[in-house]
């Protein structure tokens, strides 16, 4: 008798806690999320408020002054701008750069792979320390790109010391980190193509020159839109590698978002103005992300469907 | 489609070897410079033939540098470990976390899912100074400042997302028949979850584990803004390191050696789920 009566409650309680099992798997992730969502209200908060660290009395609401000044700081101008130059300039030279080198490696040879393999190692060097190992090659007294420079006829070029080359010098490093990351993706699209547009141009006869403007780059434009849009969300953010390079100098030459808000927080104890620069270039990733991923579901729903 | 001249080939050879050269040199010449003393560093011009010496490497383990002012006492093996300390207990926090919600997000398309699953990616590409500048004035109230446990909940900033999304791909991608047979079978929810669920998102799992592992190990801000000399990873140990040793070239270049070598050599070993991981299931090639 015992031993029919048992499923019953059993089957009960699984149905109940079927129906909580999700939300409780989830739990512990979303507090996590919920933890970190506190300090993002907080900076709003903050970007609201006249504070500063060393004057603790003077605290008080100043609603949008923060943001208001912002329209005749030029160093806000600035900022915005160093910040969009260097996001755009990156995402170009690293999309023309990827796409070519994914083209030179559309082939699956034993080489292609290896160099493919090979070039994951910029790609996984911290940018940080990418930016350390450019300032030792660009060092006047003994760095190797110094002495190239010179030998090439540069006598005065200082890298990241002067304000007339210190963008390209930061940009550089980008390049070489985050070039294989477009490249990657790029490849793993080229050769993702199905092949019979490009054996039905070749029996035609097209030259290969307008296959790739007619029928490879067409079908490769989602790819390279998500690459390209998500590398622009990681650039206008770089911190790494200017700070480690350069710290926003000389003078305020790479003064980029976070950086500008990292030094106003921790040198000028400016914490209102270092939280409004933040949330404004928040609102920037946020309609940036949002096209991203809109962007990129697409892409995949495609991946999925497509195979 | 398949007559290549000769002129072609020569030129995607040197076009190649261009490609190679740029992104391959500054990894040879920092690892050279790291077995040359002062003196063979500061040669001009340059040269590629040297004596190579350990001394940089020794001076780093031992924790003792020897110039000609005196003898240095640096901590850079502490930063290493440090490193080690943050990315292991990152990595391992972010799995137990966000595999079985990723699991819960993939099978159950419970109310408000999508939108956490899009909450948690948005986290992704917010700047991460707007959570960590309040987090720091947080952390002096709540005693967390400066502590492992603090940065390690931090770092699931940067976890946490990808393992969700990349493990997320890879349990949507296995059918759940498998999982209802067993279920049918009379084995419980649990059961079916670690016997059949997590052995077939294996490699998803490790993908996204070992990514994950990578963006830790690499992080430079978070522990810039919240840790104390004695808690940074190697990113920021190397930069200061570079201030505190002031011209002692060879033992930087070394430190830089020591500390991209574990993210490089992972990346060599497990080139091709990296690959997959980056790609965050976006294409499959």
Redesign the interface.
Known sequence: MTVAADPLPVKRR?RVS?KA???L??L???L??I??L???F??VW?SLQRYRLSQPWNRGMNWGENYIDFLTDPSFWNTLKVSLLYAGLTVTFQLILGL??AL??QKRTR?NNL?S??????????????A??????T?P??G?LS?FAQSIGFTDFRWGASPDTALFTVILVDI?VY???IM??L??????LPTQP??AA?LDGVP?FQQFWRITLPMLTP?IL?ASLFRL?ESI?Q??II??MTQGGPGDTLMV??VE??LN?FQSTN?GR??AL??I??AI??F??NI??KN?LR??ER?RGG? | ?EHTSALERVL?GA??SA??L???F??F??VL?SFQTNET??????SMVFEPTLSNYVALITGRLETQAGSLDIDFMRNLMNSVILSVSSVALAL???V??A???A??K?RG?ED?A??????R???????????T??FQQIGLADTYVGLV?VY??IC?PLI?WIVR?YFEDISPDVEHAYRIAGH??GATFMKIALPLAGPGIAAAGLLAF?FA?????FA??LASADKQP???G??AF?TASGIQ?GQ??AA?VL??AP??A???YA?RY??EG????????
Request: with cysteine; proline share 7%; glycine share 4%.
């Open positions: 699984m079927r099992l999700p939300y798997l989830s512990p992730a979303l996590v999320c933890g970190i506190i300090p993002f907080t900076a903050y070519a080198i030179l490696l080489l160099i393999i090979m070039l994951l190692m910029p790609l996984m060097t911290a940018p940080a320390l990418a350390l190992m450019f300032k030792l090659m060092n007294n003994f190797i002495y070489w070039t294989p990351f990657i993706l490849l793993a699209g080229l050769r993702s490009f054996e070749a290969r790819h998500t969300l953010q911190f790494d700070y480690a978002f976070q808000a990292y927080f914490v270092s939280a933040l949330i270039l928040w990733t946020f940036l992300s991203f991923i990129w892409l995949r991946a195979v | 489609m995607r076009a190649l490609v190679v740029f992104f391959m500054p990894i010449w920092i410079m560093i500061l040669r001009s011009p340059p137990v976390l966000g079985p919600a699991y819960a997000f099978r159950h419970f899912s956490i899009f909450t948690l990616l948005s986290f590409f917010a700047p991460p100074l707007l959570v960590l500048l309040p987090l004035l947080y909940w699931q900033l946490l969700l791909g419980g929810w990578i190990w690499n992080n430079f801000i810039l803004v190697v990113t920021v190397a930069l570079v070239y930087i270049a830089v500390s991209i993210t490089l992972l990346a060599l080139q990296l690959v980056l790609s965050l299931g976006a294409v499959k090639g």
